[in-house]
Nanobody, 113 residues
Framework: QVQLVESGGGLVQPGGSLTLSCNVSGSSDISSMDWYRQAPGSQRVWVAS???????AYVDFVKGRIKISGELPEKTFYLQMNSLKAEDTAVYYC????????WGQGTQVTVSS
């Protein structure tokens, strides 16, 4: 059974940085690792992806501030977030695609002074 566990969320001041981690177990054939976020009262939206060919993709509103990294064989990937803004406040979810999509439980990121 594929399981994903996120960590690294918390409270950070505007302009600060935070790195989220996602540890994946139970899967050996992952085609992509993704991060999504869901702000209060909003739908879950895609943030970034890391593909098994090493390529990366980001949603426009985070480009230049967020970096996805990781190694598929190690099954751990990260979301490094810099210059955080209040509007980045959300529950962040990791997801992997291995025939079907598997989700983590989410980790809260709150950007506030």
């Amino acid at each position: 059974q594929v399981q994903l566990v996120e960590s690294g969320g918390g409270l950070v001041q505007p302009g600060g940085s935070l790195t989220l981690s996602c540890n994946v177990s139970g899967s050996s054939d992952i085609s992509s690792m993704d991060w999504y976020r869901q702000a209060p009262g909003s739908q879950r939206v895609w943030v970034a992806s890391l593909y098994n060919d090493g390529s990366r993709a980001y949603v426009d509103f985070v480009k230049g501030r967020i970096k996805i990294s990781g190694e598929l064989p190690e099954k751990t990937f990260y979301l490094q977030m810099n210059s955080l803004k209040a509007e980045d406040t959300a529950v962040y979810y990791c997801r992997v695609f291995s025939a079907i999509a598997y989700w983590g439980q989410g980790t809260q990121v709150t950007v506030s002074s």
